[in-house]
């Protein structure tokens, strides 16, 4: 089975640093995209960022960009977020979220079809 395993969530200030990292397993996680999805309190799930399989090309949201960084371990079978200058609004259950196949285009960012339980990231005003 497909399983995706998010942790690192936690609280952090305004300003600071937090890194998440998501393990994969049940797929030959080296030939999918990857992506972060969030939910922040009372919202909908916003997309974050996307990875293609070989890791050389990555999307971001626009409000994450310069902030965030995603990137991906295939010899580990891990997808991380490095996660800087956070801000209060960036409080949200993230997951990691696995798509059909290598690539990821931004017309097809929501065309993940597995995810994880998330992890819960809580930056205090």
């Known amino acids: 089975e497909v399983q995706l395993v998010e942790s690192g969530g936690g609280l952090v200030q305004p300003g600071g640093s937090l890194s998440l990292s998501c393990a994969a397993s049940?797929?030959?996680?080296?030939?999918?995209?990857m992506s972060w999805v969030r939910q922040a309190p009372g919202k909908g799930l916003e997309w974050v960022s996307a990875?293609?399989?070989?890791?050389?090309?990555?999307m971001y949201k626009d409000s994450m960009k310069g902030r965030f960084t995603i990137s991906r371990d295939n010899a580990k079978n891990t997808l991380h977020l490095q996660m800087n200058s956070l801000k209060p609004e960036d409080t949200a259950v993230y997951y990691c979220?696995?798509?059909?196949?290598?690539?990821?285009?931004?017309?097809?960012?929501?065309?993940?079809?597995?995810w994880g339980q998330g992890t819960l990231v809580t930056v205090s005003s």
């Open positions: 979220a696995k798509y059909r196949g290598p690539t990821v285009t931004l017309a097809t960012i929501y065309g993940y079809t597995y």
């Open positions: 049940g797929f030959t996680f080296s030939s999918y995209a």
């Open positions: 990875i293609n399989s070989g890791g050389d090309i990555v």
